[in-house]
Structure formats: structure tokens, C-alpha cells
């Protein structure tokens, strides 16, 4: 049975679907474990990503990319975190802070920065949280000061992927000291070769180790401001819409790491025999597959409906928590009860399930974390 079947795809996402399956089984799947030792950022493999017309194409066509929609890049989440989160997770984020650009940005801002990584000659990134603040958007530190021209920054910035490896960033700081807090923040793009930018990699990961995040520090970094994506002060707004779609499609990468925990739970007690049987003949056995099974189809019905909310801005906010919850914590349940049915070997490196245990554990936390996503749910609802 085909886990990641086009049942529940909406037609128009399924031939891209079906390019983002080929890539991966030829070039995530079997360079997955050589990075996850290695914890190298996979440049090689990235570039085959845009040679195959599957990195920051969300970008519309009027900008050199592809002009993938929601469902469209959801389609291709799945895809590519079955075959190895660590590497789709590099490959996802080359575009990362991109989509603000071109909602919200001037035309010479689209022109000078989206379409060169539309076009796959620069990579972008997304810095927001901190080394003290993460899933709280109106506490970040690090601020912009209005000086002559444009804008200082001070501060630093903690889980930035492409801190190091990006052309520029799409960077969240704060510009007020209004009692509404929401309206203190403003985006702007930050090119890393400017004065004043110190980026380094932070230490390594448990987990999807083939994605480099960093720490940044701004000194004084000067940003012109025509800079500024969208207004002074909208910053958090921006966010908050950009992160809605962006929850949807973490959604798929619990999907593709609960498919993933499945298949290798599923082989391994196939071929594995104990007390002179296989051990998918015992009950208990069954049991635990099925309610993988349960958990992973209601968290993919949920995300495919949430993607079509919204994509069509219904009540997005609610949707983007519910399916973000669900769909990593069921890769979660998924890659543990995986590794219970591999007994010892559950615990060797060189294993695929304790590779996807490891991964299962980050999702849960970016895009906000869980516990956050349930406070979003239940305010939302009322």
C-alpha cells in the first residue's frame, strides 16, 4: 500500500508530486544516511533539487519561478521528508522568508532579491526567534533603529537556517515601543555580507543534521530603508499570515516522517522471526501497526483539509495549529512505537527508524511550538 497515495492530492499537485518522488528516490533517499553522519550541509544535492525545478518554485513565474501553490508544495513536503527530513528540510528552506518578498514587497525588491532565488542563483533564510525567545513574536529583543537612510540592527538571532550559507535574509526586529506590541515589528531584508552581520553555526543537532541552522549577531548592521518588506510596524502581521502557511506545510513534514516510520516498522516485522514465526503474526503486533495506521490517516485527511482552508483564508489560523499539532505529533507516536517494534536494533545508528526518531522530535517545536499551537486552537474557536 502506497502510504503517500494521490487519493486525497488535489489533481492539480499531482504531477509535481510525482517529480518530487523520483528526486527523492534517486538523489534524498540514497544520500540520507551519508549526511545524517556526516552533518554536512548538502550542497550536491540542493543543486539537483534546482536543476530539477523543485527549490523555491512557489515563487510566481513573473519571477523566474514555478508558481507552486500551497497544496503544490505540500504535496512535495511529503515527499521529500519520507525520504530524509534533514535534506528536505535544506532543500525547503532555500526559499525560506521568500513568499513575504513577494506579497508584500516592492517591485525593485522582487527584481533585486526574489527573482535571483527563484532562479536558483541565491539562497534566502528567515531570522525570528533568539537565543531567549521563540515562539513569543511580540517579545523578540533585537531592534532597528531609524538612523539617516535607514535602519541599524542590534541583537541576535538563534535557529536561522542559511544563517551562514543564505545570500540574504528576511530578518523580524523590533521599530516600536507602542502599548500595542503587535505593532513594534517590521521585516526587512538583510543582505549577510553587510557590516555589522556575524553569523556561525550552532552546535550539533540530534536530529535532521543535514540542515545547518546558525546564530547571528547584528552590530550595528545598517539596512537601507528601502528594505523594508511591506510597512514599519507590520512586521508581525506579516508573520503571523506567512506562518499560517507555513504550519501547513510542517504538517507534511510529520506526514512524510510518520510514512517513513511506517514503512520501516512494517518491513522489519515481516522479515523478523520470533518464537517460530514472523513477528507480524503476533496480536500485539498488529495492533500497534494499525494504530499507526489510525494516527497517520486522520492526520493526513486533517492536513489536506487544512491546506484547502487555508489556501482559501478560512479561518486559517485555527486550521494551520490544528494540522502543525497533529500531523508532527503522530510522526512522533509513529517513529516511537517504530522503534519498539525493532526492539535492540532500534537503538543503532545506522538504522533508518532511529534516524527518523531522531528527526520526529524538532518539528513539534519550529513554525511555534505545540503547546503554543493549542493556544492558538482553543482561541480561535471561540
Known amino acids: 500500500m502506497d502510504l503517500l497515495d494521490d487519493g486525497i492530492v488535489p489533481e492539480h499537485a499531482r504531477d509535481v508530486k510525482a517529480e518530487a518522488r523520483e528526486f527523492a528516490d534517486e538523489y534524498i533517499a540514497p544520500n540520507a544516511a551519508a549526511y545524517y553522519e556526516s552533518g554536512e550541509y548538502p550542497w550536491e544535492v540542493l543543486e539537483a533539487g534546482m536543476d530539477a525545478g523543485l527549490v523555491a518554485q512557489d515563487i510566481g513565474e513573473e519571477y523566474g519561478g514555478r508558481g507552486f ?207 517460530g514465526r514472523t513477528v507480524d503474526e503476533f496480536q500485539a503486533v498488529q495492533h500497534t501497526l494499525s494504530d499507526m495506521r489510525i494516527g497517520f490517516e486522520s492526520a493526513r485527511a486533517l492536513n489536506w483539509r487544512a491546506c484547502e482552508k487555508v489556501a482559501d483564508d478560512e479561518d486559517a489560523g485555527y486550521w494551520a495549529a490544528l494540522t502543525k499539532t497533529k500531523s508532527t505529533e503522530v510522526a512522533a507516536d509513529c517513529a516511537e512505537k517504530g522503534m519498539k517494534l525493532h526492539g535492540g536494533r532500534s537503538i543503532l545508528t545506522d538504522r533508518r527508524i532511529a534516524r527518523v526518531y531522531r528527526d520526529v522530535r524538532i518539528p513539534v517545536i519550529y513554525e511555534g511550538a505545540n503547546d503554543i499551537q493549542r493556544n492558538l486552537i482553543y482561541r480561535q474557536s471561540r
Open 69 to 275: 501553490d500551497l497544496a503544490q508544495v505540500l504535496a512535495i513536503a511529503e515527499e521529500f521528508y519520507r525520504a530524509d527530513a534533514g535534506i528536505a528540510l535544506t532543500l525547503q528552506l532555500a526559499s525560506f522568508g521568500a513568499e513575504m518578498v513577494e506579497q508584500y514587497g516592492t517591485d525593485e525588491q522582487k527584481e533585486e532579491y526574489l527573482r535571483p532565488v527563484a532562479e536558483n542563483d541565491q539562497i534566502s533564510g528567515l531570522a525570528v526567534s533568539e537565543p531567549e525567545t521563540g515562539s513569543d513574536l511580540a517579545g523578540m529583543t533585537t531592534e532597528a533603529e531609524k538612523v539617516e537612510g535607514g535602519y541599524e540592527l542590534t541583537g541576535e538571532k538563534y535557529w536561522v537556517g542559511n544563517a551562514v550559507e543564505a545570500d540574504w535574509l528576511t530578518v523580524y526586529a523590533k521599530t516600536g515601543e507602542s502599548d500595542d506590541s503587535y505593532s513594534n515589528y517590521t521585516l526587512f531584508i538583510v543582505e549577510t555580507d553587510s557590516d555589522g552581520y556575524e553569523a556561525e553555526h550552532i552546535p550539533e543537532k540530534m536530529g535532521m543534521r543535514a540542515s545547518k541552522q546558525g546564530h547571528i549577531v547584528f552590530d550595528d548592521c545598517f539596512v537601507p530603508e528601502e528594505n523594508v518588506v511591506g510597512s514599519e510596524g507590520g512586521g508581525f502581521y506579516v508573520l503571523a499570515d506567512f506562518f499560517n502557511h507555513g504550519r501547513v506545510i510542517v504538517g507534511g513534514h510529520g506526514l512524510g516522517l510518520a510514512a517513513a516510520a511506517i514503512e520501516e516498522a512494517e518491513e522489519f516485522v515481516h522479515d523478523r522471526e520470533a518464537f
